[in-house]
């Protein structure tokens, strides 16, 4: 909501990527001091929620004259660091405009820590993710006027678990199933398609977790492994996976071909043989020139209409639906009415029927009009002449020809003939064993109608063929930016798509071993049954239905693999991993992808040369099962490591399972063909050393980095000095705690609060400073040390000590401060107790010790945690039953405050707390739109926890504040201006007392400035018209107090009484800490302020962010 009169806001934008928008701004308490990027943040009254926040976010805002243009300001990846999405941006407020009462106590700081209905506002309009599989669409009318763009409104099952089917489903179902299950039997060939679709689904579990931990711009596998275990592994396994999907096309052409050629068009073929012998050779020429041409028709198709790919989509996926239904119908059918399909047998071989009539299927033909024996077609075949007393084939004279049912159906019990294998060599014939047979010798030539085995099978061929049939399961997440709720959908969509796949393959291998003779199914090409289709005469009412539905459901296919592998090339292009891909990132003016469509069509190729449909299949399977593989490591990598980061929506997985699907891949890749696993993993260990040496330096937050922030020495050398990304952000505490005279800690709660902090997984330096000179001093600080390292190893804190000696306590702090840590591994985070009792301290160098403190960390760009009344937290034996964990989210100073209360809650002490997250609303803030933003922000965050917006009214300021304020002022005046001895200041400090009793007895009676200024002159005058006090005292007593001071001070109570109110019973209240006047002068005042703001409170934990934000939606 905005005030009237609100100039609006100019940005400087510079475009930048998607994937960089996870990684907030390096932004700084401190913006004067800063040397890099600047980035100054408004106040609420320049937020508009009209604005969207795509129009800010990616790129680094200037606003107003003062600010320096560091838009293009190299960061470690090359790429500009970019503002916070979170934050708004404006400068030079005036002072009026900061006046805001209820929130005065953190108006100095508004231009760094905004108000958190400023960050929500601007996060419930945010949609800057990458575009989804549609983007071309709406850029493709280059002279059309711009469509305003919609936000992503696909469901599960138009987004997901459709387009998983289109995917899953494909040419081998139609094309070789029959043949895996006649060769392997069908116990065998329930076992492949078991291992197959295990492997998917433990890998679709992966991926699930890996998809909801955070907003997954579309790019599917690649953007998830990439992101997850770094540039390298991204870049390997994404080539890979490009090169898979590139020789899918290759296959699904492959196999649109040999339909087009063997059973709609077998006329159409250009090379003809003239001897058996060379069939093979000449329809595998066909297939590359006809696979050429297809491609090259394809390739035009998605270079200049690719929206039409798009829309035909639905009718492909209905062909493939159609299809499969007909199956079902047609195995049915078959239990009673079983079509007509006879096979010719000779002995027990399977004839060829391609030249075969119904009443050809023997060795003469007896003509009784008149009586006439004449030979038939086979015995032209089998006999060097057609006259009855020519030399015939042993084979063939010594056994009779009969004809099978090739289709006897469901009812059959042809079921218990097929359940065992029958692997065969290349030139065998395809016999049925069940049939007797009088002469077993080798045929002598393949010139006899025999139906022959082309290939040499085995368990392992056949894993190797089959495995492309189950891959496509990337189809959802790579739609992640087209769907209304992907960390939904996905999971759902995905896994469900792969069990109804599965039980399709499943009960299609136990029907076609129930419903079709075991030679025909072992018969490849449907040379026994004329030629059919063999899936296609088990089909219900006619075999075309899956003749022509598998032809468009494989061009179909073939077009979204040339579609999509394009895209995964420019995707890998674009972030510049591999330099000599960059050409390829490049496209036509709508963004697509030219370059890479051509390099697509070029690799397309080499596989349309290969010809082969089972020599293509097992390079596609080496290639998505390395994909696969990696997708099961990056989750099992990134659950052993437990970062903070790591949240999936998602539960159902296990470190175990990722690790069982690793293997299953693994297991894989060598059982279908151990020297293309080998060839693979070379192809993708050269490109990880490639891009290693030669790639461009990338910070993702990948698991890899997050592994090394453990590692010894080379780990640390690999860690670059400076902030780390947002998702590797951990507390790495600097503990300071203070020692008595006997060198006993003070307060070691302290250190049992860090301990339960563990869960972040970081570094934890414990430090103290002696007072004194270091060459006598040394001693004494080795002695500390032992102190500090035994108090650790009781708490059990994995960590460091750090002793320094310092003349005064405040600079051997500073000190430390500078000087802690190691490369990367530098504390980000200061944890220090509340001076106790600082009122009546003697000595007021402890509470000022802590205000240089605060001042020391804030500087440094440093977090602070502030635990009040330590001595109350539970110890690491007292765990809390039950309770909240409320925060109080005032000001956003980098998220400190919802990280904060997750890690704690993953210790035992803490885990039965429920989260309670209350934030504050102006007047002029929609209570009720801030809360529905908020529930969003803390879903995407992936943290639970209640919600409550707590609306303050603007009031007047009342009579107990005015009361507070005066105590306090007056109090810090008298002490600065007398420094009294002990026993002076104890009279002075009676004196204030006694004024105050007095005016609790008197009202301020009016809330008007002018009267309540006469009202105090007049009532100080009176009161100490008597007193016998020096004039500077009469005279400071009867002062008006500052106005800012008021304000503050109205601030504190306010919040103070709200915070009562709703957590009086909480078991720990986390709350924004101000921070310290820019003026020394107010230090006391400062002191005063957070005591009011506490009061009341049992354990307070008071958080300062370090400028720099440390939690992400993002994964």
């Given amino acids: 909501a905005n005030p009237p009169n609100t100039t609006p806001l100019r940005f400087t934008v510079t475009p930048t990527k998607a994937e960089d928008l996870p990684g907030l701004s390096d932004t700084s308490p401190d913006i004067s001091s800063r040397s890099g990027p600047r980035v100054c943040f408004g106040s609420r009254e320049s937020v508009n929620r009209s604005d969207p926040l795509s129009e800010v976010s990616g790129a680094v805002t200037t606003t107003g004259g003062d600010t320096p243009d560091h838009s293009h300001v190299e960061q470690g990846d090359g790429n500009s660091k970019i503002s916070s999405v979170y934050i708004n941006n404006t400068h030079g407020v005036d002072d009026d405009d900061f006046y805001d009462r209820n929130l005065a ?34 850029a493709e009318g280059i002279g059309e006027k711009k469509k305003p763009s919609k936000s992503p409104h696909m469901g599960t099952f138009m987004g997901v678990y459709l387009p998983c089917l289109q995917n899953i489903f494909g040419v081998i179902l139609f094309l070789r199933l029959t043949w895996v299950v006649g060769t392997a039997g069908v116990l065998q060939a329930l076992c492949i398609v078991f291992i197959c679709c295990c492997c998917t689904l433990l890998t679709a579990i992966s991926m699930s977790a890996i998809a909801t931990n955070g907003v997954v711009p579309a790019g599917g596998s690649y953007f998830m492994i990439s992101r997850s275990l770094g540039p390298e592994f991204g870049g390997a396994v994404g080539l890979c996976f490009y090169l898979g999907t590139t020789f899918a096309g ?137 006259e009855l007393n020519a030399s015939c084939d042993e084979y063939f004279m010594s056994n009779n020809f009969s004809n099978i049912e090739g289709i006897p159906g469901l009812a059959s019990g042809i079921i218990s003939e097929n359940l065992w294998s029958s692997y065969l060599s290349k030139g065998d014939v395809v016999e049925k064993g069940s049939l007797s047979s009088s002469h077993v010798a080798h045929p002598s030539s393949t010139h006899q109608p025999y139906v022959f085995a082309d290939i040499t099978t085995s368990f392992t061929l056949l894993v190797g063929i089959f495995f492309p049939s189950v891959t496509g399961i990337m189809a959802g997440s790579n739609r992640s930016g087209d769907l209304k709720d992907a960390q939904r959908s996905i999971p759902i969509g995905t896994i469900l798509a792969i069990l109804t796949t599965s039980i399709v393959y499943l ?211 690999r860690l670059e000095e400076g902030p780390p990304h947002t998702k590797n952000w951990r507390p790495q505490l600097l503990v300071l705690l203070k020692l008595d005279e006997d060198a006993h800690v003070k307060s070691p709660r302290l250190l049992t609060f860090a301990s339960q902090l563990k869960a972040g997984k970081g570094l934890t330096i414990v430090g103290t400073v002696v007072s004194g000179n270091f060459l006598q001093s040394y001693g004494e600080a080795l002695a500390a040390e032992q102190t500090l390292k035994h108090l650790m190893d009781k708490e059990r804190v994995k960590g460091f000590c750090q002793c320094i000696v310092a003349q005064k306590p405040r600079e051997g702090i500073s000190h430390m401060i500078q000087s802690s840590g190691l490369g990367g591994m530098r504390p980000n985070t200061v944890v220090m107790g509340w001076p106790h009792a600082w009122r009546q301290s003697e000595d007021p160098h402890s509470w000022k010790t802590f205000i240089n403190t605060v001042r020391v960390t804030t500087a440094a760009h440093l977090a602070l945690l502030v635990p009040k009344n330590i001595s109350l937290f539970p110890t690491n034996s007292e765990p809390c039953t039950e309770g909240y964990i409320d925060i ?170 709200v915070i009562v109110n709703k957590s009086h019973d909480a078991r720990l209240v986390l709350l924004n800490m101000p ?36 939690i992400t939606i993002y994964s």
């Fill in 105 to 138: 106590l953190f108006e100095e700081e508004m231009d760094t820590r905004p108000k958190v209905s400023s960050l929500l506002n601007r996060l419930a309009n945010y949609t800057n993710l990458t575009q989804g599989a549609k983007e071309h669409e709406e």
């Fill in 250 to 386: 290759a296959m699904y052409i492959l196999g649109a071909i040999e339909i087009l050629l063997m059973y709609i068009a077998p006329k159409a073929a250009i090379f003809e043989a003239k001897y058996p012998e060379g069939e093979g050779a000449a329809m595998l020429n066909n297939m590359r020139v006809y696979g050429s041409i297809c491609l090259l028709l394809m390739s035009l198709l998605v270079f200049f209409g690719v929206k039409y790919v798009n829309k035909l989509a639905s009718i492909f996926l209905a062909c493939v639906i159609v299809s499969i239904i007909s199956i079902y119908v047609g195995a049915l059918v078959s239990a009673f009415n079983p079509p007509h399909f006879p096979v010719c047998m000779l002995g027990n071989r399977t004839i060829n029927g391609h030249e075969l009539d119904d009443n050809q299927c023997a060795k003469t033909i007896i003509h009784h009009v008149p009586t006439l024996v004449m030979t038939t077609y086979l015995w032209k075949h089998f006999c060097q002449g057609p």
């Fill in 507 to 717: 009960s299609s291998v136990v029907l076609f071993g129930a419903c079709i003779d075991g030679v025909v199914l072992r018969d490849k090409f449907g040379d026994s049954v004329k030629g059919n289709l063999v899936v296609g005469t088990l089909a219900w009412p006619t075999p075309w239905v899956i003749v022509i539905g598998s032809f468009f459901s494989t061009c179909g296919a073939g077009l979204q693999s040339l579609t999509g592998a394009p895209r995964l090339l420019q995707a890998i292009a674009k972030d510049n991993i591999v330099p000599f891909l960059r050409v390829f990132g490049h496209g036509k003016a709508n963004g697509e992808p030219t370059w890479a469509l051509l390099l697509t069509g070029l690799i397309a190729e080499l596989g349309i040369l290969i010809a082969s449909l089972d020599m293509v299949a097992p390079i596609l399977t080496m290639f998505f099962l390395m994909c696969y593989l990696f997708v099961n490591l990056a989750c099992a990598l990134q659950t052993l490591l437990r970062t903070p980061n790591w949240r999936p929506r998602f539960s159902y997985y296990h470190w175990s399972l990722s690790f069982l699907g690793m293997t299953f891949c693994l297991a894989l890749m060598f059982i279908s063909s151990w020297y293309y696993a080998i060839v693979a993993m070379v192809i993708a260990s050269m490109i990880y050393k490639y891009i290693e040496y030669h790639g461009a330096e990338k910070e993702w937050g990948d698991g890899i980095r997050g592994l090394s922030l453990s590692a010894a020495r080379y780990a640390l050398l």
């Fill in 888 to 1057: 109080w989210w005032i000001v956003h100073d980098g998220g400190m405050l919802m990280l904060l209360p997750f890690l704690l809650r993953q210790h035992k002490v803490w885990r039965k707390c429920g989260m309670r997250i209350f934030t504050v609303a102006q007047m002029e803030d929609n209570s009720i739109q801030m809360k529905k933003d908020l529930a969003t922000f803390l879903y995407h965050l992936r943290i639970e926890a209640e919600v409550e917006v707590v609306e303050m009214h603007d009031s007047d300021i009342s009579a107990y504040t005015y009361e507070r304020t005066l105590m306090m002022e007056q109090r810090s005046q008298m002490l600065r201006q007398m420094r009294l001895s002990k026993s002076d200041r104890e009279k002075e400090a009676q004196l204030v007392k006694d004024r105050n009793s007095m005016l609790r007895l008197t009202s301020i009676g009016s809330d008007d400035d002018d009267d309540t200024d006469g009202g105090e002159r007049d009532r100080m005058g009176i009161t100490h018209s008597g007193c016998s006090t020096p004039e500077g005292f009469r005279d400071m007593l009867s002062i008006r107090p500052d106005h800012s001071n008021v304000r503050r001070m109205h601030t504190a109570v306010k919040l103070n009484e």
């Fill in 1075 to 1110: 921070g310290p006047p820019r003026n020394p002068d107010g230090d006391e005042n400062y002191m005063e302020f957070l005591e009011v703001l506490t009061e009341g409170l049992e354990r307070v934990l008071l958080v300062r962010g370090g400028g720099s934000e440390v």
